[in-house]
């Protein structure tokens, strides 16, 4: 009982996302991620241009555009892109703050890792909105409760009847082998990503056209 209400407090409690969240952990935990999502993100031969929304330090977005992607980086914070400044920094040109500094620009996958448990539903649904235009979305949603910022928890089902309802499809198969490829990569690792990982696909009847 009282490891819930902790839980809850630190949901109800403002989440700051600079380097208290950030930590020296985090950074060590991303670092060994790295490789891993960097082979989970080339597994698709269609996917050559990235929208990777709410990416923190972007740690992700030097070696995405090393090897010739197109790999952008959001969030709207501005604490993370000063600690990808910091630690990286390779291409500052491929981190924004806002949607709006892509709107039109083209993507093949809308990438979220570990963001959408930070949002509440109806943010998800205009964040949706917003990337209309892109056909897929890869996602890592923690369903861990009690670690701040998590206020949004739901089950397999949940999520992907959430995703159905705003117009996009579960591919199983597909999640299925992003799933296994993570296993594979990392075995021992300390995390739930090989249970947490979701791929969508915007339904054709869905799908619009961006405005440039």
Known sequence: MLRRVRGLLRRLSTVRYDSRFFTEGWFKNWAELAPVLLSMLTLEQTWRAYLDY??????????????????IGCDVSPQPRQLY?????????RYVASLEEVAGQ???????????????NEEVTHLLQQARGIPEVLANISREPGIPGHINIQSDASWIEFFRSEGWSFDEAHTKKLR?????????????????????RRRVSEAREPTA
Request: proline share 8%.
């Open 85 to 93: 400044l910091q630690r990286f920094g390779k291409y500052p040109d």
């Open 54 to 71: 709410g990416c923190g330090p972007g740690v992700m977005i030097d070696p995405m555009n090393d090897r010739g992607f197109r790999y």
């Open 106 to 120: 083209r993507f093949d996958v809308l990438v979220m890792f570990d963001v959408l448990e930070h949002l509440r």
């Open 180 to 200: 296994h490829l993570y296993l594979t990569l990392r075995p021992a690792g300390p995390d739930l990503w090989h249970r947490n990982l979701f791929l969508f």
